[in-house]
């Protein structure tokens, strides 16, 4: 994620109650990629992004929200 991929992704952190920090692999580089960290501490910090994502998924589960589109349409490609 970048820099403001980041900023909203420690936003939904912070309102869903999800642990981490939302910091730049590389410290020297903020406009390089971006991760969720356990710690701020750059030392000791272990990369928990997919686990702060799985946990932001399983607070909105499927049997709420359903597996997908239940109506739709769907406009096949014009064959010109």
């Not at 686990?51 to 109506?71: H, I, N, Q, Y």
């Amino acid at each position: 994620m970048d820099a403001e991929q980041a900023r909203q992704v420690d936003a939904v952190l912070r309102q869903l109650g999800i642990p981490g920090v939302v910091a730049p692999e590389d410290l020297e580089n903020t406009a390089g990629p971006w991760r969720v960290y356990d710690t701020a501490d750059p030392a000791r910090r272990r990369d928990v992004t997919a686990d702060a994502l799985a946990s932001v998924a399983a607070m909105f589960p499927e049997e709420k929200t359903g597996p997908g589109p239940s109506r739709g349409f769907v406009i096949p490609p014009k064959d010109e």
